[in-house]
């Protein structure tokens, strides 16, 4: 395992996958700003694809998460606080307060597909967590990417990184810890 700080998190010469470490994990706590931090990343060197976890607010209160496409702006409803979903909501998984829908995991798997086929830097993926620790959730598409030998950067917390770890074994993952950022 290598630890990096996130400011060394740039793509490599060439912008050759095949130099970049299959996986990547930008690790922090809840709300240490892991999401922007890809955004702008993102942003800043346009290099890979994938889809972060964008909070949804109605006024000031949280009610969930939608994802969104880095490369096209697409977004998709994901999460929604229960009480919190809107009329016709198909719950396909329960977590917590958190009531997801397949449409989402579906919206993921075809970021996965898009990044396997162009093979043009890492995927994208914000987050993994306790969820997929359990095996659900994007676990399968981690899996499959991984499998498929496609580099990954993905947000995890804190406090699943040593569990992840032992569940998605890897050779040689990178860490970059978000309180490294300036």
């Given amino acids: ?10 793509p490599p010469e060439g912008r050759d996958q095949r130099s970049w470490p299959l996986l990547t994990l930008l690790v922090g706590p809840i709300d240490s700003g892991k999401t922007t931090f890809l955004r702008r990343w993102y942003q800043t060197w346009r290099w890979g694809d994938g889809v972060l976890s964008a909070k949804k607010f109605v006024d000031s209160r949280m009610i ?6 880095l490369s096209t702006g697409e977004s998709c409803p994901w999460a929604r606080v229960a009480g919190e979903e809107p009329g016709g909501w198909q719950t396909w998984l329960a977590v917590g307060p958190f009531r ?8 993921v798997e075809k970021a996965v597909d898009a990044v396997l086929a ?29 499998a ?15 569990e992840f770890l032992e569940r998605f074994p890897t050779d040689a993952p990178r860490i970059v810890r978000l309180g490294s950022a300036c």
């Fill in 1 to 10: 395992m290598t630890v990096i700080t996130a400011r060394e998190l740039v």
């Fill in 64 to 69: 969930g998460y939608d994802l969104e496409c």
């Fill in 100 to 107: 997801m829908r397949r449409e989402g995991f579906c919206f």
């Fill in 118 to 146: 162009a093979r043009q830097g890492p995927m994208i993926l914000d987050e993994v967590g306790p969820i997929e620790l359990a095996g659900e959730g994007f676990a399968p598409l981690l899996r499959r990417l991984l």
């Fill in 148 to 162: 498929g030998r496609q580099p990954t950067l993905a947000v995890i917390r804190e406090s699943c990184l040593s």
